[in-house]
């Protein structure tokens, strides 16, 4: 299949404005013509006026020898005789009796005028009419004003390829020059791969929209360094998350297999080797649900959930679990949401809490202009300085007392969860326990 329209972006344009700017200059051209064909029948209409108005005073005067001295007029009288007329024009008539007994009031008359012994056949314009009891014809030569018309018609038709060819050449130059920075980044863009991180596109001067695409687009590039660094830091630190469990259940097993005469080592080494791979289950597990939540696939069961009575139903269950003194307060609410994701929203925040080495935590359940907020405060050692800015990265650990178990995942989560549920997550420190605050807040 021939492909009509071109590829290239400066080939369209190009084309695009050589096609408008021929349309324009052909109608632009055309309206010259006609306005000059115009201006040479008013210039021919005027001298034929000038001439009968001079030549009607004339007569008026009984000055006969004026009409006989003009190069090309007449007087009749009003049955049709001819009384006088141009010298040159001898017993030949611009009017016939017949036209000039019609004759009632000044009008303009075509006609070809028969060759003589001092011109050739031609065809004249008469301006005729009555004027003190005669009838008047002073006539002009129409033909030259066709040949002038028709003489700047080749002309215009001649210099208009030549107009548009020009124009089309400059638009040429004029597109190229604009578009020569569009392939430069295309270029540079190409040559850029995920191992130039810190590679930018070349900065376009002015500020037209190629120069602002090409910020933007720096702008994009600079995002997906910062992006590329958080992906690359996740799977760093997943390897190394994975790797301590993975060595001590291979080293369990090995020590199960060293002892299957001794059922008390071999079941100590199974428990172990149990506990790495629920570790490792749940990592697995939490790994997969952000992953989900970064795709925007996260599910949710939603159901209406008395939100009070469901905190207060993990307080007393995780409390004793994990060694906290949990309290709970508020009033009873019902939203939409996902109870076993709200569940695993609190099992992080009270395993937070023990990893802070807290004793007692308080949770609040409130209302706030249409929202449902939940408060979980504890007494622990809160959260550094660090920790408030990049809690809820994956991976991201404070200080010693909150690594001691976890992989760093448990606010992301948190965070993961209560977005999919339309909330978000705020954290400090401070009352009412004076440890570290984490405020809920979801819509109702």
């Not at 991201?396 to 965070?415: C, K, M, N, Q, Y």
Request: charged share 20%; hydrophobic share 50%.
């Amino acid at each position: 299949m021939v492909r009509v329209v071109p590829r290239s972006v400066r080939t369209r344009l190009v084309l695009l404005f050589s096609v408008g700017t021929a349309l324009v200059l052909l109608v632009c051209l055309l309206v010259l013509h006609e306005a000059l064909d115009r201006q040479l029948d008013g210039a021919l209409a005027n001298d034929l006026s000038g001439r009968y108005d001079d030549l009607s005073a004339a007569v008026g005067g009984r000055d006969l020898r004026a009409v006989a001295d003009d190069p090309l007029a007449q007087l009749y009288t009003a049955d049709g005789a001819l009384v006088t007329g141009s010298r040159s024009f001898r017993d030949r008539r611009l009017l016939t009796p017949q036209q000039v007994q019609a004759i009632t009031r000044q009008q303009t008359i075509s006609a070809e005028l028969p060759a003589g012994v001092h011109f050739t056949a031609a065809d004249v314009q008469i301006l005729a009419g009555p004027t003190h009891r005669y009838v008047l014809a002073v006539a002009a030569r129409s033909d030259v004003v066709d040949n002038a018309g028709g003489r700047q018609l080749v002309v215009l038709a001649l210099a208009a390829p030549l107009l548009i060819a020009g124009l089309a050449a400059a638009g040429w130059v004029i597109v190229r020059a604009t578009l020569r920075p569009v392939g430069l980044l295309s270029r540079e863009a190409a040559a850029i791969s995920s191992l130039d991180a810190e590679r930018r596109l070349p900065v376009v001067g002015g500020d037209d929209e190629i120069a602002r695409l090409a910020a933007t687009l720096n702008q994009m590039l600079g995002r997906l360094q910062v992006a590329f660094a958080r992906e690359r830091a996740f799977v760093d630190d997943a390897s190394h998350e994975l790797r301590t469990p993975l060595a001590v259940l291979r080293g369990e097993i090995e020590l199960a297999l060293g002892a299957l005469d001794d059922s008390d080592e071999l079941e100590q080494s199974l428990r172990a080797a149990k506990t790495q791979a629920e570790r490792l289950t749940r990592l697995a597990d939490d790994l997969l649900m952000l992953a989900r939540d970064r795709e925007g696939t996260l599910a949710l069961n939603r159901q209406p959930v008395d939100l009070l009575d469901l905190t207060l139903s993990e307080a007393a269950s995780l409390g004793p679990a994990l060694g906290l003194d949990i309290s709970v307060t508020g009033d009873p609410v019902v939203i939409d949401a996902d109870p076993s994701r709200l569940r695993q929203v609190f099992a992080n925040l009270a395993a937070n809490s023990a990893a802070a080495r807290a004793a007692h935590v308080s949770a609040a359940v409130r209302v706030a202009h249409g929202d449902v907020l939940v408060e979980w405060a504890d007494d622990g050692l809160g959260f550094s300085s660090a920790m408030l800015s990049a809690a809820f990265e994956r991976f991201a650990r404070g200080d010693t007392a909150r690594t001691e178990s976890g992989a760093g995942l448990g606010l992301s989560i948190v965070r993961a969860i209560v977005a999919a549920h339309g909330g978000t997550v705020s954290i400090g420190n401070g009352p009412p326990l004076g440890g570290a605050v984490v405020a809920v807040s979801v819509h109702i």
